[in-house]
């Protein structure tokens, strides 16, 4: 940031800099707001916690700003009280405990301990039958999320090889490993037993094309496990405030996700739900723009790897339905992990991930990089 | 290749040379007939996607010959002319995709991003319920074999650390990911379910010594889910004619891995279409010549790795028989990449991936390295 | 060990260091024993493949001392003289094999090529339903004892880059392919079916205390599949001869594994014969002192490590359970190698693989390089 603000300063005594500080004025609260780093780096250490765990709130999204992490949390809240305690408590388990083993700092800064936690603890309660406020559900909540953070760490050094990020391979491992070892049965922690998207003896009813269209944008919302139309669009629009490019591709992902759906005649409400759509809309955020440059290629590639995050996810759920047990995130979090590894035109517009950004502020990095190139070679030329 | 026609005219000046140059001519047919790489590099782009695709075709069973290829293909058509159509359709959609996404030319060149498209193909034709010529199981053979070349990219670069290849990981992943996703009563895309071969109250009937004997050459069949002794012949003529020491490979690793299937009480038509034997046989051909130059040591560890592979594949068709899924060649895929992990006496005759040829020219190439090795010491000494 | 001795003897010049040697020579036979293989280097091969067998047996439970194995090694012929057998015949197969296929001899000389080989053939016999002195049981006791080494060299090649141990991953693969290649009712090699510890339903009594506390000392023998209280005690006695430390943190990890069952309301049967109780013992061993130089920080992080090894026990015996097979060591392997990758303040003790030693040695070795340090410093202040 230090560095993006020095090259602003020098870009400052060209006249042509002024729409561009204007439109770095309004964009305050867009994007990464790094500066807010600097901010809090002397205060209290409650603040910065609360600034933390809301990077960590939208790093769920894939989005990185606090403020989007509010007002998704804002939207948990006016979903269901309870899911939005239990993200809550499992955000701030894992953070603290990333700060208690001596994790990274700038990693703990960056939320990247919290939403793994988060989706843990929510999933937890979303697969519980014992009803809101079991109070007792926050023991596990706790455990899982602060087990988050081993994992998290472990799988960063493994992936670390191929300059891949652990991602929420966490959140996928533990949650499965939860439901594993409670089994369909516990005295203490009963679960709904999971239906797998293939098992169509259910589809007896025309399928309704509105329900269908409904449920786009419930695919984003089901990325927090939140199935209510008002919730989800609030965090399409928290979205939307990180980065509109991010918005657009989850609702692109969301949709193609469904096509895909449709295209293997998964059980209905499976569509209605947003279940279909969300691995498709992760899939696609994650490569339209964010762990790649933007443009038409990368576009295409995003979509295709939406198609491939929503059939995997299909497969993966027949797969995993046979001994009762959720997908989870598991088919987005291995396409993306494999679009990160492809070779070829796709690799050329790649971003190491230590330099990932908000998709617009890649693009406008990469445009800065080029010309700051073409000014050099200018000033030689002189 | 350009190094070893150089070697050969200053081998040529030697009067001792004559018996080889001779060899040299006849075996213009056999081996990897690299030269048609150049002759080609020219040519229309219809040739070129040929020759790479018959490449791929031969790839599938560790072959690297455009003509021995063409052979096989002409097998499959003639076993089943639908099963030839969708190999075809798979081979040129993923070469294709994979010349469209900008991978390594040499590797396109060399029918590496051919074998995995048409593997998948074939197998979706085999477990299609829909009978022959059922045209709309076009589109997901075409889709599989895209993604293949995705998969085969990012397994590269994952395995790359260790000089492993890719191999049919990718085939193997999404013929189980496609079985998954249209599940056991899909209406667009019906298929059969599995039976595993430990399924054994079938097994009323003796144990007829023909059969199972004719089983064996039907194993190397397999390879390319062809059940029919003719075409199976005919494809281990095909291996022949690339490497005769591959071709016996093939031979003696199905009859190992028959021998491993009756050891262990497998179901009797498990033995009789050569089910039995495809892995052993892939295993065997791997190990003995391929990835290590031939010996009588390498030969040893051959059978060591059709035994494992046949075991491997015995339990994994059991594991995966329970959710109605077919084992492809988990075992003899796992089991070569395991041989090739290997230290100690077996890692001292490994031929690094880049470097592997036919057999038959790995051997030549190391005796003429250590040829080359021994008159440079003489020449030092004069 | 050469060095070290060296140190010694500069040390003994000092008149501090009486005490020292007076605890070094009564630790002649604790700890790792490293001067035995300078003594037996040029002795007879059989005396040398003993010594490594019986390292190799202690390897099982993370001790490296030949007095120790033959210790386990009695408890176990005296808890049943047939697994006594398999579990020689086991040692001697891989151990042997290891030398013939050429691997690494210092690592054939620690017997890291023994324990797999070991544990595949004492879980073979315990599983076996045919009976003691089946004798046909010795074959695939001796193949899959020769298929560890292969595992294992390979495995230890793959994660060598993070600077991994291979551990007992290989006998976990091996057994879990011998069951599934077997399958539940084979004419040749039967074996009994697996009940999962979620399958509550034969909790009918009353749990009794004393039978569950019996469980926490039989947890150390299930490392070795031995459910009799006597042999377990000697097991223990056994690893409190290789080193204190290593077996308190096997009975601290073997209870909190037993109060993580608890917790999860597994089968009375799971916790009264030490089932629950052997995957935390492992867990908590590798992390207390082993692997990380002791301090009341790893002393946490091993409990940490015993409760995470016992839950993902108890959901992966769930998940294998439902296709017959039993969870083996999967959990506390997977736990350790998590543990090893950690980043953060656990990673600050961490020893690397090729210098773990005893516990004590590890303490000892460390306080000693820092104390060399002070004196380098000291020195070259005069």
Partial sequence: MWMET????????????????????????????????????????????????????????????????????????????????????????????????????????????????????????????????????????????????????????????WDLPAAVFPFNIIIILYLLCTGPNNPYFPHHPTTPPGATESNVTELIAVQVMRGIPLGVGQIFACGDLGPSL?????????????????????????????????????????????????????VGGLFFTFSWRTHLFAIASAFLSAYADIALSNLMGTVGLPACSWAATLTTTLMLLLTGSLATYRIPIGQVMAPEQNLRSRSQWEAGNTDERESTDV
Wanted: hydrophobic share 50%.
């Fill in 234 to 286: 609030i965090i399409l629009g928290a979205v939307c405030l990180y980065s509109p490019l991010l918005a657009v591709h989850a609702l692109l992902g969301s949709a193609v996700s469904t096509l895909a759906g449709l295209s293997m005649a998964v059980r209905h409400d499976s569509l209605y739900s947003g279940l279909s759509g969300f691995n498709g809309a992760l899939g696609c955020m994650a």
């Fill in 6 to 161: 020095k090259v602003d300063v020098e870009a400052s005594r060209s006249p042509a800099s002024l729409s561009r500080r204007v439109l770095n004025s309004l964009l305050v609260c867009t994007g990464d707001m790094k500066y807010l780093d600097q901010y809090i780096q002397d205060k209290l250490f409650v603040l910065q916690l609360v600034v933390w765990g809301l990077r960590g709130v939208a790093r769920v999204i894939l989005a990185n700003n606090p403020l989007s992490g509010a007002v998704i949390l804002a939207a948990l809240y006016w979903a269901s009280p309870w899911q939005g305690l239990l993200g809550t408590v499992g955000i701030l388990a894992s953070t603290l405990t990333a700060v208690v083993v001596g994790q990274d700092s700038a990693d703990v800064a960056g939320g990247l301990h919290g939403f793994n936690g988060m989706l843990v603890s929510l999933l937890m309660g979303v697969f519980s039958s014992a009803g809101d406020w079991y109070w007792w559900l926050l023991l596990p909540a706790c455990l899982g999320s602060v087990t988050c953070v081993f994992l998290f760490s472990g799988l960063s050094t493994l992936l670390d090889r």
